[in-house]
């Protein structure tokens, strides 16, 4: 009980299962939830946009209101982190920093200069794992000393390995009343919780998906409501275009450190083990949760994940750089309307389905665009607010064919895929309002549609300058599809077939 410590917050902002936290408790006299805004690290090494700094604003609001019920308070600084350790370490008299531990490189780079600054000021650390199931060195260690790069290998690891560990019991204020650091003058003024008008940015979309562990506990239990649901759970029986999320949603609370995924996990566990028939890995909840961490194992183990060259588990592929038609892409004006709702929902929401996604990705890279994973990757970075650096990387190799699994013959049609869940269109219509008063038959091929037709309708297909209606691109008036593109599925000769709308099937199983 003798140290005073701060405990850093970075990932992990929640208080329920908590073990680097609560053990800090344990051996402090005095303890300072700090939170460190460095606004160059979130934008520069996790490419932050303005939907994923809201949420992570907001988060930290409901942490705040979190520690003060527990009769603590939480002290946001803005700076450079090491700066701002340094710097506390002296005001406060701090003997021990405490944090979690995570896989990312650019956090590992941090986690080194605190340990530098841990031995030139003469502290101690304490950290724990605290954002995967497991200790990701051990699976590591485990395998032999290199990652499994596939999802059975990396089951029959774990079941070596046996359960993960329990969640450890909540933070109470009895913690903390051992523990309470001394009230400062100007405290609300000087670490309070900055606004996104304080950081300069603007938003307008209406919030889906509000930040914090109080969410998240909300949803969580609302799913466990429905246990039925949660047992027979099955990834591919969940609907890409449907307008209310068809899977838990919780994804944003895990990737951005409101939820736990031990607590998850377990929860997963418990209703599966009262039921006799459910769903099992790998669509099952806890086969995505697995995904998860297999895409975890492997970003720790993996040099340069993040990037086609130097990366030793990934094709190098002779992408297209196509500026033009990656920015089409990124903007929604593809001309394709199942394919441009999908990025249109992205941007003003920061979620899609996995299904959109695979969709969007299949549609930039192998399927049609070929253009680089790691530019579509730098999109879903900025858009999602699911982010996340193992598992996004991992799904763009994996969708693209350029790592874990080459053999895709399976292509993603950009006009029957959404039609075939979704024949109406509606979710097109929300999306897309300047089609909402196209016939159904024409809401997936508007450029198909009879000129009177697309009169009616309010929106002109692929004609400029008509004042006072809507005009929409023409799939193929930027991708010159005639010249040299085609849906390739990495076969060599994927230069020399050209491609239309008309002509899907070239190449592959269309979907």
Not at 208 to 228: D, I, V, Y
Not at 470 to 480: A, N, Q
């Amino acid at each position: 009980m003798s140290h005073r410590t701060i405990h850093l917050f970075r990932k992990g902002l929640w208080l329920h299962d908590n073990p680097t936290l609560l053990g800090a408790l344990a051996c402090s006299a005095a303890l300072f939830p700090v939170y460190v805004l460095d606004r160059t690290f979130l934008e520069g090494a996790m490419g932050l946009g303005p939907l994923r700094w809201r949420f992570i604003l907001q988060s930290l609001e409901d942490l705040d209101a979190r520690l003060r019920a527990l009769g603590s308070r939480l002290y946001v600084l803005r700076g450079s982190t090491a700066a701002v350790l340094n710097d506390l370490v002296t005001r406060w008299g701090v003997t021990q920093i405490s944090y979690d531990t995570e896989v990312e490189p650019y956090y590992a780079c941090m986690e080194r200069e605190i340990q530098a600054l841990a031995q030139e000021r003469g502290l101690q650390t304490y950290t724990h794992v605290s954002h995967t199931l497991y200790d990701v060195k051990r699976i590591v260690k485990a395998n032999g000393g290199s990652p499994p790069l596939t999802y059975k290998k990396f089951l029959q690891v774990l079941s070596v390995l046996g359960e993960p560990e329990e969640p450890v019991r909540d933070v109470s204020a009895e913690d903390f009343l051992r523990c309470s650091p001394p009230a400062e003058p100007l405290h609300e003024q000087t670490y309070r919780v900055p606004s996104p008008a304080d950081l300069g940015l603007e938003l307008d979309s209406e919030v889906l998906w509000p930040g914090g562990e109080t969410h998240a506990l909300q949803r969580l239990h609302k799913h466990f409501q429905s246990q039925g649901w949660v047992a027979n759970f099955s990834k591919a029986r969940t609907v890409p275009n449907s307008l209310l999320p068809s899977t838990t949603g919780l994804s944003p609370y895990l990737s951005l450190g409101c939820l736990s995924v031990r607590t998850f996990y377990h929860r997963l566990r418990s209703v599966c083990a009262q039921s006799k028939n459910h769903s099992l890995p790998p669509v099952s909840l806890q086969g995505q949760v697995l995904w998860r961490e297999f895409f975890y194992t492997v970003a720790s183990a993996t040099p340069n994940f993040t990037k086609m060259q130097g990366n030793p588990i990934c094709l190098q592929i002779d992408w297209y750089h196509d500026p033009e038609a990656l920015e089409k892409w990124r903007t929604a004006q593809t001309g394709f309307p199942w394919i441009d709702a999908i990025m249109t929902q992205l941007r003003q929401e920061g979620w899609i389905h996995h299904l959109a996604r695979h969709a969007v990705a299949c549609f930039l890279t192998r399927g049609d665009l070929w253009i680089s994973w790691e530019e579509g990757m730098k999109v879903f970075e900025e858009l999602l607010l699911d982010a996340d650096y193992s598992v996004n990387a991992g799904n763009w190799m994996w969708l693209s064919a350029s790592a874990f699994f080459h053999k895709y013959t399976r292509i993603f049609c950009p006009v029957r895929f959404g039609r075939r869940t979704d024949p109406q269109g509606q979710y097109v219509r929300k999306y897309l309002p300047v089609l909402k008063n196209f016939p159904s038959q024409y809401i997936y091929e508007p450029w198909k549609a009879p000129e009177d037709v697309q009169l009616s309708a309010g929106c002109i297909i692929g004609m400029e300058g008509l004042r006072g209606t809507w005009v929409m691109r023409k799939p193929y008036d930027f991708l010159k599809w005639n010249s040299n593109m085609s849906p390739s599925n990495g076969d060599a000769d994927h230069k020399s077939r050209p491609w239309t709308p008309e002509t899907l099937q070239l190449s592959g199983e269309v979907m």
